[in-house]
T-cell receptor, first 109, second 113 residues
Framework: KQEVTQIPAALSVPEGENLVLNCSFTDSAIYNLQWFRQDPGKGLTSLLLIQSSQREQTSGRLNASLDKSSGRSTLYIAASQPGDSATYLCAVSGNQFYFGTGTSLTVIP | NAGVTQTPKFQVLKTGQSMTLQCAQDMNHEYMSWYRQDPGMGLRLIHYSVGAGITDQGEVPNGYNVSRSTTEDFPLRLLSAAPSQTSVYFC????????????FGPGTRLTVL
């Protein structure tokens, strides 16, 4: 069974700092990897989708990379803002979708 | 497009009661799924469907039933609610079983007393 791990579980940074969130998975036979954002009490908002044939995707201040052979993905957030505070989840798509438990990010003004 | 919609947003049940959580999508997606989210355990797949008339079990199917009579709708039925089913339930959809982007509904927060 695919296992997805996200480290760290929680992260607190001052505003303006660049940061990296990590996601690792055990089975490299995936179709894609998707990063989500979840605000407290809310649903999941899709941030970036990386197909298995791609190495990275960018959207605004967000950049996600994928190294399928090593089972790793990173989400890079540039110039962090208090509005970036949320839980970030990664999910890998094989026969089913498998989620990590998330990284709770707090950006301090 | 409304995307993925779920009703109700909140529900309180007594042990043994039954209910149906509604999910609908207007994106003509083939693949729909139900997850539950519990603290410290992430999202776990309950049931999924790859098209109308086709459903299958996920990681935690016990105590839940699903059916898929149309492409748009994928209701989740709790047969006899138990306190262990207290959770937040999310419905999701995507185009195709493999590589499509997955979209989520806003969730249903269920409490079983």
């Amino acid at each position: 069974k695919q296992e997805v791990t996200q480290i760290p579980a929680a992260l607190s940074v001052p505003e303006g700092e660049n940061l990296v969130l990590n996601c690792s998975f055990t089975d490299s036979a995936i179709y894609n990897l998707q990063w989500f954002r979840q605000d407290p009490g809310k649903g999941l908002t899709s941030l970036l989708l990386i197909q298995s044939s791609q190495r990275e995707q960018t959207s605004g201040r967000l950049n996600a990379s994928l190294d399928k052979s090593s089972g790793r993905s990173t989400l890079y957030i540039a110039a962090s803002q208090p509005g970036d505070s949320a839980t970030y989840l990664c999910a890998v798509s094989g026969n089913q979708f498998y989620f990590g438990t998330g990284t709770s990010l707090t950006v301090i003004p | 497009n409304a995307g993925v919609t779920q009703t109700p947003k909140f529900q309180v049940l007594k042990t043994g009661q039954s209910m149906t959580l509604q999910c609908a999508q207007d994106m003509n997606h083939e693949y729909m799924s139900w997850y539950r989210q519990d603290p410290g355990m992430g999202l776990r797949l309950i049931h999924y469907s790859v098209g109308a008339g086709i459903t299958d079990q996920g990681e935690v199917p016990n105590g839940y039933n699903v059916s898929r009579s149309t492409t748009e709708d994928f209701p989740l039925r709790l047969l006899s609610a138990a306190p262990s089913q207290t959770s937040v339930y999310f419905c999701a959809s995507r185009q195709g079983e493999g590589g499509g982007e997955q979209f989520f509904g806003p969730g249903t927060r269920l409490t079983v007393l």
